[in-house]
Every structure is written in C-alpha cells, then in structure tokens.
C-alpha cells in the first residue's frame, strides 16, 4: 500500500510539473498528426479513383495486350504509392505506443484514480491511433484490391496468347477467289494513302525529310565508321590470312554481325524519330513506317549473320565446315525466309490499320507459313560437306530431323487450320534463332578470348602490349573482364529481345527489371540488385578511400615528420585494416543487410572460432600485439630458433622474414610472442662481432696481441669508443687461441669487416712470421686385397689348355727319344 501511494504522488508531482508544456506538445503533434491524416486520406482517395478508372479500362480494352500491359504499369505504380501511403505513419505510430507505454496501464479497479490530464491524453492517443490505423486498413486493402487486378490482367492475357496459337480458322471460305479483290482493293487504299502523304510531305515538309534523313544518315556513318577504325581488323575478315584462328573466326562473325545491325538500326530509329520530332509522319504512315524499319533490321540482321558464319567469299573464314555452294544456297534460304516473315509482319500492320477482312488475313498468313516450312525443308536436305571421296554428305542427324520437323510442322498446322500456331513458330524459327545463333556466337567468342593467353594474341591485346606497361599477366586478367563484360553485353541485349519475340510486351520486361533492381522477396529475404550493386560500389569506395589515405599518411605525414620506418608500417597497417572493415561494414549497410541479422551468426561463429580456431586467432591476437608493442620492426635482423634474417612484412597473422640466403620464411606470430626472439638492431644497429684466430705454440703472444689490436683498430668501419678488444682467451690442443672483439655502428655491415679481418691477419702474419697452426691428419695406407677371379670357366679352360700343351711335349719328346733322332730346328725368317 505504501509503494502504491508513492507511486500516486510521484506521478501528481510529474503532472503538477510539467502538465503546461505536456499539453502544449500533445497539442502540437495531434495537430501535425490530424494533417498528416488528412493528407493522406486524400491520396487513399485518389488511387481509388484512379483504381476504378483502370478496372473499367480493363473491361473496355481486354483485347488489347498492349493496352493491358500498359494498365498493369499503372496499378503497379499505384500499389506501391499505397504502400507508401501506409508506410507514413510507421514514425508516428511508434510515437503513439512510446507515449502511452510511458503513461502505463490505466488503474485497475479499486485503486486510487489517476489525474483527469492522463486519462484525457490516454484517450486522445488512443483515438489518434484508431484514426491512423483506419487509413493504414484502407491503404492496405486497396493495395489487395490493386494485386487481385494485376492478376486478373495476368490471367486475361495468358488466355489471350492461348486462343490465337490454338485458335482454328475454316480455310476453304478465307481461301476463295474474293480473296484476290480484296487484295486489290486493300492496294489500292494503301497506294492511296502512301501517295497522299508523299505529295503532302514533298510540298510542306521536303526541308525537314532532308535533315532528318541527313541527321540520321550521319550518325550511322559515324557509327559505323567508328567502329571500323576502332575495331577494324575484328569487324572484317582479312582474305590474305590463309589459317585464322577460331576466336578471329568468332570475334569477326559476332561483330561484324553486331555492328553493322546497329548501326542500320540507328540509321532507321533516328529517320523516325527525326520525322516525329519535325511534324513529318501522320498517325497510319507512322505505323507503317515503324514496321517497314523493323522488317528492314530483322532481314538486314539475318542477312549479315548467316554471310558472318558461313563467309561464301572466304572459306577459311567459315564457322562452319561447310562447302561453298551450298553455303550460298544456305544464306540465300534464310534470307528469303527473313523476307516471307518480315513482309508478312508489314502486311499484317497494314491489314489492321485499314480494317481488311478476316479472310485476307488468313490468306496471307497462310501462304506466309507454307513458304516458311518449304524453305525449312528445303535447308533440311542440303548435302553441305563433302567427303574424301568427293560425295556429298547430310547434316547431322538431329540437326537435319529438326528442320524437317519443324517445316513439317509449319506446314500440317496451316493446312489444319491452325495459322496463328504456324504463324507463330515460322516468326521463332527465323527471329529467335537468328538472336541464339547470335547470342552463341558472341558467348563462344567471350569464352575463347577469356583463355589463358587468348587476350594477348587479339588486336587489342596486342595494341596494349605495344603502346603500355601491360605485362602478360594483366593482359590476362583484362581478358576475364572483358569476357565477363562481353558476357554481360549479350544477356542484356539478346534476353529482352527474345521475350519480345515470344509475345511478351516492353511493359513486362520494365516490370521485371524494376523488381529486380528493387527486390526479390524470398520468404523473408529480399534481394535487391541495386542494393548489391550499391553495397559493392560503396565498398570499392571506401577500399580506395582507405588506401588513399594510407599512402597519404605514410609518404606526406609520417615521412615529414621522420617517423621510424617499423612505427610507419605499424600505423599503415593498422589503418588499413580499420579502413577495409569500415568499408566492409558500410558496404553491407548500403546494401540493405541489417547488420543486427548477422549477431546470430556472429555467435555461432564465436563457437566455432573457440574450438576450430584457435590457432588462427592465436596468431591474430599475437599479430596486433606486436603491432603495439612492436618488439622488433621491418628492416630489423632477428633470430628466432633456427631462422635468422631480416624482417620484410609484419602482418595480422603471420610475419615475413628473408634470410641472408635470400629465402622468405613465413613465420606465424604466435611463435614470436611465446618463444624468445633475438633482436639485432632493436633501439639502434650498434653491434659487437667477434674473430677468432690461433696461432702455434712458441709464438710471441705480446706480438700477436700488438698486431691483432692494429689490425682491429685500422679498419675504418670499427668504432673507436667503444675501442675494440683482444682476448687472449685460451690454450686451445693446438694453438694459442685469441679473440678479437670490435664494435660496429651497423652490425649489418658484420660479414664486411670480418672478411677484411681474416685477409689483414693472413697477410701481417706472413709479414711477422707468426705461424697459424692446422691440425695434422693421419695418412692411412689401406691395403686391397686381390681381386677374387670374376670367370671361373674361363681359368679352369686355361688351365686345362696348358695341362694338354705339357702332355703333347711330353710325349712328342718320348717318341723322339725312342727313334733316335734330333728335333727339327725352326726354319730361319
């Protein structure tokens, strides 16, 4: 009971205190509040308005795909600005529960009553609140409503698409001779249109055909041009190369497809625009026009592709291992049917502009499509290659049963009826497939120039080769990045105009790439290109923002002011990584990862990093305390164990130290904090080295004391305080051993003075007669044995060849012996 009466006049105290200013500022944010309220009621309202508008439009236009595509931007737009409408209240509603979470909860029944301006201002925020939350339900629910519309266009259209491609026309009534009058008749009304806007324009618009035309004309001459002196030797076959490779074979296919098409379709868009912009076209000739450019680029692009791949001029230059005639046949046939298709298309624009019968357009899209399935057939049983023994040979099999099918196809739906399905296909055959052997083609071109070495051996790369630093390695990896961009290239130019191609309209495509920049949601995860994108720009900032600033620290701060080198490369690096993580941090901010999100996964790091670990953050820890400490610096001689050397680079996890043989050893910082390390030139390079000499017994050593003293003190890089030293320091088994001990102002410079020494002791030993002993060495005479015999056949041979020799002597002299004459004496030479 008594913390209950506290409590009560802490809160009277508190309303007695500040209840003039309390109110006042309830009156303020109400106010702001009710306008805030107010104004957005007024946009609810407007959407709706426009919402009702767009569903009648909808009920109106159901036919028009384009006009539906055109409704769905809209009701997209309006979704979003509801959203945004209910997304306003989200600061002033976490305002309203933060001020009554602070009043607390009203007093329960039989407690004492709180003071009428709490319970009044509880009341208007809670009134305040339920008005905000009547206008966020009803932002919400149009955005519901504006959803359920969208899929309501979605679906009209995909029964649209589905009802011409299954749609089937009675073709003995579209087929009948009224077809041949109404053909004229249509002629003639266009003929009639064409020559009234010609004598229009001639008369009242010849100056602005002339510039536009001549506008146009210029910026496709300097495009194309352009782009032969930029890339001429890729844009054109060379006919003087006898052996092209297969990325020149490529790179000239896809650009000189690529480029000339551009630069016709520039040509053709600026004629236009030009004409629109100067008052030149009318409302039916502007449609006209438009598909008369479209089938102009459409054949022109088929045309260069199908001359870029199979090169009837220049075999050598070929993609395809074909031979020339038929490469001829092949370009002619695909330029014929890109002419069928395109003239089919400006046929249909003029058909539907002047309202002409059903039956002339089924005849026309019914001779289009048989055409189309000939020629496929036609290309189908083409004998292109020829075998050693001169006959001719097929396409491959699935390639040439493709074609068949296809033309087969093309030709059985129109026959059935079924003209917009054979329509369709004959239009995919020659458009899409133009834009995928294309899109191959450059794809194919990407990856070659993106192999080792590739890049260098292009024009380009050998341009940058000559006239900068480039070495073969940065060549490389500039060809990776500019495969990727090539890459790139393709996908942005190629994908949306093959969704065009299968029916989509420009609308969708803008819709799709709008959730793609701002976010695919993925259950609770959203993710957004532009964010990435933005998060990745903003960290390459910072990275060069921070290097930046190391080099500007380290060459105009540090260095002016006389800064050590190792307190220099501490410093360095120690901003460098505070920059990079900073970077990183703002990085992941900017693209829209709350970094809250990432405590959980930092906790379960933790774990791993304590268990799995250890010794990586060991060596951590210990690189940033010697970072601190700095026990030793670069440029420092240091011995750790068995390693000595100087220390090059000191880093988070490991120091880099060379050895005098020049051999860079890794050394883990862990090992340098817990074992004991020697350094040479910690404060200063002062250093002392010592020479041993011995000399024989016998010798005068007050002599050798005097002459190693002048030969320690004469060497000019030995300091005269502290003065060197020689110690006679011991009766060694062979000689009289001494020390010199000298002191240098560089240890560094130890193995200097240490050769000098030795060769000044030899030559003033030899000038004094002081002899510097060796240690004997025994001679020993080892005594080898004979060689056991290696061929014992062959001595036992021997000796039974002589055994027989004594045995024939023997018995020729016993013969002789018995008949009493004299052995023969061997005839004179």
Known sequence: MFFRLLRFILILALVVLVSPSFEAMAQALGQGSAGLITDQQKVIQGLTAKTDDLEKKIQQDGEDDASLVEIRLQLEDMSRAALTSALAFRSRLTDINNRIEMLGPPPATGQPPEPEIVTGER????????????????????????????????????????????????LSEALSPQVFSDARDEFGNFYKAVSSWLSFAFKFKFQAILAATF???????????????????????DPTNEDPSYLSRLSVAFWSTLLPTLAVGAFLGSTIFFFNYYNVLRGDIGLFLNALASVIGVVFCVNRLTKAALEPRLPNWRLIPVETGPALWL??????????????????????????????????????????????????????????????????????????????????????????????????????????????????????????????????????????????????QLGLVVSVAINL?????????????????????????????TGISIGSVTISVTGILSGIVVFIIGYFLTRWFQGWLDGSVMARGKVDTGVRNSIRLAVGYAGVALAALVGISAAGIDLSSLALVAGALSLGIGFGLQNVVSNFVSGLILLAERPFKVGDWIVAGDISGTVKKISVR????????????????????????????????????????????????????AVLLEIARNHPLVLKNPEPFVLFSNFGPAALEFEMRVFLADVMNGNIVQNDVRFTVLEKFSDQHIEIPSTPRAVVDVHKPKAWPTDDDKIEADFAEQEKAKADAAAEAKKLAKSGRKPRKPDPD
Do not use: C
């Open 331 to 476: 370009v002619r046939l695909t330029t014929a049917m890109a002419v069928v298709i395109g003239v089919n298309y400006f046929l249909s624009v003029i058909n539907d502009k002047m309202g002409s019968p059903l039956s002339l357009t089924i005849a026309r899209s019914f001779v289009a499509t048989i055409v189309v399935g000939i020629i496929l057939i036609m290309m189908a049983m083409l004998r292109p290659f020829k075998a050693r023994d001169g006959s001719w040979r097929p396409w491959p099999a699935w390639l040439r049963y493709l074609s068949l099918a296809l033309g087969l196809f093309t030709i059985i739906a129109a026959l059935l009826g079924y003209i917009g399905l054979a329509l369709f296909v004959s239009l995919q055959v020659v458009v899409t497939g133009t834009a995928l052997v294309t899109a191959y083609i450059g794809f194919l071109s990407a990856q070659a120039i993106g192999e080792e070495g590739a890049f260098a051996n292009t024009t380009v790369g050998r341009w940058l080769s000559a006239n900068s630093s480039y070495e073969d390695t940065a060549l490389d």
């Open 654 to 705: 490991a120091t880099e130290i060379e050895t005098f043989q020049r051999q860079s050893v890794i050394l883990p910082n862990s090992n340098l904090i817990n074992n004991a390390v020697g350094n040479w030139t910690h404060r200063n390079k002062l250093g002392r080295i010592d020479i041993k000499v011995g000399v024989a017994y016998g010798s005068d050593v007050k002599q050798v004391h």
């Open 215 to 237: 506008v146009a004309l210029g910026l496709a001459l300097v495009l194309l041009v352009g782009g032969r002196r930029l890339f001429g030797r890729v844009f054109e076959a």
């Open 489 to 517: 290239m393709i996908v942005l130019v190629f994908l949306p105009l093959i969704l065009l191609m299968w029916g989509f309209q420009p609308g969708d495509i803008q819709a799709w790439a709008y959730k793609l920049a």
């Open 123 to 170: 009341q208007a925020l809670a009134s305040e609140k339920a008005e905000i939350n009547a206008v966020v339900a009803s932002a919400q629910n149009l955005s519901i409503r504006i959803s359920g519309l969208i899929d309501r266009i979605g679906n009209k259209r995909s029964e649209q698409f589905r009802n011409v491609l299954t749609k089937r026309y009675v």
